[in-house]
């Protein structure tokens, strides 16, 4: 087992970020996709605060800004899926073609 | 100082972590995916607690499992989605984006790899210790050093929030 080293926090990190990405690049739902970029910003997020145990505090400052970030971020794809949903009766990736011309 | 981060709850956290990541990206039920969820966000903060980062813990417990979920919670069940749940939840392309996907993996694994030697503090194992002023040192730096950026910050969320009642509004 042995002692518990920045890498292996990279590590983990790393497995929640391929995760994610996968949840990304692979599912319908639009609600999922934005749940997984939630898992990438939280794979950042713990490089961060593992590198702050490192270097400083400057690390956990930019965690709490990508935390913001991730508010933002759901807040508006949360209602671009609303208004969207409105239109179009559906939450598929694949039947948003509007623009596709 | 003894550290608290004991081998055990590390491994317990990062399986925690890793099964209920995949769980949200798997589960059929959107709502169930956005609890799978909860339990990510609940490990990853106790991996900040065992980094000795508390402050940031509590921000993660707070903003992420007690805002942004509950967020996603509330547009799951404001749309209809009885017909997306029987629907095929995965797309065409599914094969490829999981080999591309895999080849990140493949990729950060060789950097770690290739990188050990130039970076040999990611070796290091022990702590600065715990400061009992974590979120003092947080807050003066958040108001001193990175001024411009908090500011900016707080426009983004100004415009996320316009921009989201714009957005879900009927008619404007």
């Known amino acids: 087992m042995g002692e518990i080293t920045t890498l292996h926090y990279l590590v983990v990190a790393a497995g929640l970020f391929i995760i994610g990405t996968v949840g990304v690049l692979t599912r319908r739902n639009v609600i999922i996709i934005l749940m997984s970029i939630e898992l990438i910003l939280n794979a950042v997020n713990l490089n961060?605060?593992?590198?702050?145990?490192?270097?400083?505090?400057?690390?956990?400052?930019?965690?709490?800004?990508?935390?913001?970030?991730?508010?933002?971020?759901?807040?508006?794809?949360?209602?671009?899926?609303?208004a969207f949903f409105r239109n179009k009766e559906t939450v598929n990736v694949d039947e948003v073609d509007l623009l596709k011309w | 100082m003894n550290p608290v981060a004991t081998?055990?709850?590390?491994?317990?956290?990062?399986?925690?972590?890793?099964?209920?990541?995949?769980?949200v990206i798997t589960r059929r039920n959107p709502v169930h995916a956005a609890l799978s969820l909860i339990v990510t966000l609940l490990s990853l903060a106790g991996f900040y607690l065992m980094l000795y980062a508390?402050?940031?813990?509590?921000?993660?417990?707070?903003?992420?499992?007690?805002?942004?979920?509950v967020l996603f919670l509330f547009v799951i069940m404001l749309?209809?989605?009885?017909?997306?749940?029987?629907?095929?939840?995965?797309?065409k392309q599914w094969i490829v984006g999981t080999i591309a996907a895999l080849a990140l993996g493949g990729l950060l694994a060789f950097v770690y790899r290739a990188g050990r030697d130039a970076f040999p503090s990611?070796?290091?194992s022990g702590f600065?210790?715990?400061?009992?002023?974590?979120?003092?040192?947080?807050?003066?730096?958040?108001?001193g050093q990175y001024m411009l950026p908090f500011e900016i910050a707080s426009l983004l969320l100004l415009v996320a929030i316009v921009g989201a009642v714009v957005m879900a509004k009927k008619r404007i």
């Open chain 2, 122 to 124: 990611v070796f290091y």
């Open chain 2, 54 to 69: 508390p402050f940031v813990a509590a921000v993660q417990i707070v903003l992420y499992a007690g805002g942004i979920v």
């Open chain 1, 48 to 82: 961060l605060v593992a590198f702050s145990r490192l270097y400083g505090l400057h690390g956990q400052v930019f965690a709490i800004f990508v935390i913001t970030d991730a508010a933002a971020e759901a807040a508006v794809g949360l209602g671009i899926i609303i």
């Open chain 2, 7 to 23: 081998t055990f709850f590390f491994y317990f956290l990062a399986i925690m972590a890793i099964v209920s990541a995949i769980a």
């Open chain 2, 79 to 91: 749309i209809n989605l009885e017909q997306n749940i029987r629907e095929y939840q995965f797309n």
């Open chain 2, 128 to 143: 600065r210790g715990l400061e009992a002023d974590n979120t003092q040192q947080i807050g003066l730096a958040l108001y």
